[in-house]
Structure formats: structure tokens, C-alpha cells
């Protein structure tokens, strides 16, 4: 299978889990199996399980009493960078929260206690000449030269993630993903890749920018490309939704989300095709919004 469309397969499944809701750690913990490069969008080459289903394991810890047993462990092999991976789920509303008293918010104790768990994880690696030395066989490298725990864990769009980010940056240099923000970030890495594949594909954007001084329950087409015949993609206003639509005499596909009237909005609608299906994504104010993917492949042909 080609590089870009294992990018489009791990894409298509993540998708789905978080389409469904699916909130069992389990799942996750197979798609990252089944798809050890899923992190190159945020700079780890490859992700091997180190938990209790692995065949790899690190050594028992003497002075912590325990046998570590994280995620996954991934590599940057241009710096021999580990990473210590721990992988939760996402559906879990907000991850922080603030004191009774008001003053600063801090971690739930939940993401606490895994923040703490990825930290202790990787200290024990680092303080382990036996650990270090299985780790690099693992990932076929002589040495490694630092270690980064990072905790996959929650949904942007649940959260205040500017706060979740400060609040991780005091926590002894921890990294926090959240799972709609990984999606985003893997659809980012699969378009800039196309671009310098000859393969079949068609894709469009279109962006706009507006203000809208109040709803309506009748369609305002804000910018239209094509044709209704043999293809054509539009960005909607209706009611208190932004619509992005593309269609042809045969298909027709939407992905939706609320704008905030009487202020500035930036917008964007993507739709791409190609023997191995076609996603659409939707942009709003630079945030992922919505998406949605099928296996079937569907042309919208806009130039003809």
C-alpha cells in the first residue's frame, strides 16, 4: 500500500471512532497498533506498544517497585528522540478545572494522575541503563539521546486547549494532544503530501471571509464553484449553520457548524476524491469543525 493511502486508511479510521464516540480505550490502542506511523503529524516516525498485550517489555523497576508498562513508545530518528506515549480516550468533557475559591485552574485529577503516570514512565526509562538499552533495540538505533512524554487524551473543542497547553508547560515539559486536534493534523500532513504525488485525484478549497448581521431560514449561498450537473461545492449560510455542500446530479455530501452572528468569521470547505474514497472537512476560524469520510469515490468536477 502506497504512502498516501495508509495516510488516507489510519485518517478514515480515526474518523470513525470519533464519529461513533467511541470511548473505549481499547479501540484506540488498536488503531495506533495497526497503524504504527499514525504520529508522524506531530514528529514521531514510529510508535511500537510496550503494555501488557506487547511483546516488548520494559524491565522490572527496582526502585519504583513496578514493571513500567506504557502505551507506546515512539522514535524521532533524526534526533533519537523517545517519546513515552500514553494513549486515554476522548470523550471526557473538560480536563481542567478551577479552584472553589477562584484562584488558577489546574488538571482534573483524572489527567493528573496520567500526566503524572507518562512522567514516571519516562523517568524510570532514563534511569534504566537495561530499559534504554531494549528501547534502542526495539527501534534499531544505537542511542537515545532525550525523552518526551506525551499524553493523547480529550477533545479540543471541549476544552479551553490554550489553557490545557499552559498548564502542560509547567508540568515538567509534557506534551498534551487532543484526538479532534490529531484528526486536523493528519488531514494537514495527507493534503500537503498529495501535493507532490502523481496519482488520480481531484480536490477543491474554497475560503471566505464574513459577517452576518442576523440568521435566516431560507439558504444564502455565500460563494458557489461549478456546476449542479457535473459537479459543484458551495459554502451555505442557513439558520445559525455554516454549510459546506458539494454534489453532482448523483451524490451529494455535507458538513456543518454554528457561526456567531454580527462577527468576523474565516471559513473554509474542502472536499477531495480519489480511487480510495473522499473526505470533506470544514474550517471554521482556523478550527476543524467538521469532517466526514466514505470509501466510496465520488468526482465533483467543477471545471466542466
Known sequence: MKRADHQWRTMYEL??????????????????????????CIGIDEIIPFDKTSSYRLPFDDERGYTP??????????????FIVELKTPFVGKITTSRSDGNRAKFSADADSYISQAIEYRDSIIENKEARGIVAKAFGVDVL??????????????????????????????????????????????????????????????????VSEMTSDKEEV????????????????????????????????????????NNPTFAAFEFSTG?????????????????????????IDVDN
Open 222 to 261: 455565500l460563494i458557489s464553484v461549478g456546476h449542479k450537473e457535473s459537479g459543484c461545492m458551495q459554502l451555505i449560510l442557513h439558520n445559525d449553520k455554516l454549510i459546506g455542500r458539494a454534489f453532482n446530479a448523483d451524490f451529494s455530501i455535507e458538513v456543518s457548524a454554528s457561526f456567531l452572528t
Open 69 to 82: 508498562e506504557p502505551d507506546f513508545l515512539g522514535i524521532d530518528r533524526s534526533s533519537n528522540r523517545l
Open 145 to 210: 539521546k532525550s525523552f518526551k512524554p506525551i499524553l493523547i487524551y480529550a477533545m479540543e473543542r471541549d476544552n479551553d486547549w490554550a489553557l490545557v497547553s499552559r498548564l502542560a508547560d509547567e508540568r515538567k515539559s509534557i506534551d498534551i494532544h487532543a484526538f479532534d486536534l490529531l484528526l486536523y493534523k493528519l488531514l494537514k500532513q495527507y493534503s500537503r503530501d498529495r501535493e507532490f504525488l502523481l496519482e488520480r485525484k481531484t480536490g477543491f478549497t474554497m475560503v471566505v471571509h464574513f
Open 15 to 40: 474518523w470513525k471512532l470519533i464519529a461513533t464516540e467511541a470511548n473505549n480505550e481499547s479501540s484506540y490502542q488498536k488503531l495506533f497498533s495497526d497503524h504504527p506511523h499514525i504520529l508522524n
Open 275 to 299: 480511487n480510495d474514497g473522499h473526505h470533506s472537512l470544514l474550517l471554521v476560524d482556523e478550527r476543524l469543525a467538521s469532517c466526514n469520510f466514505s470509501e466510496r469515490e465520488c468526482t
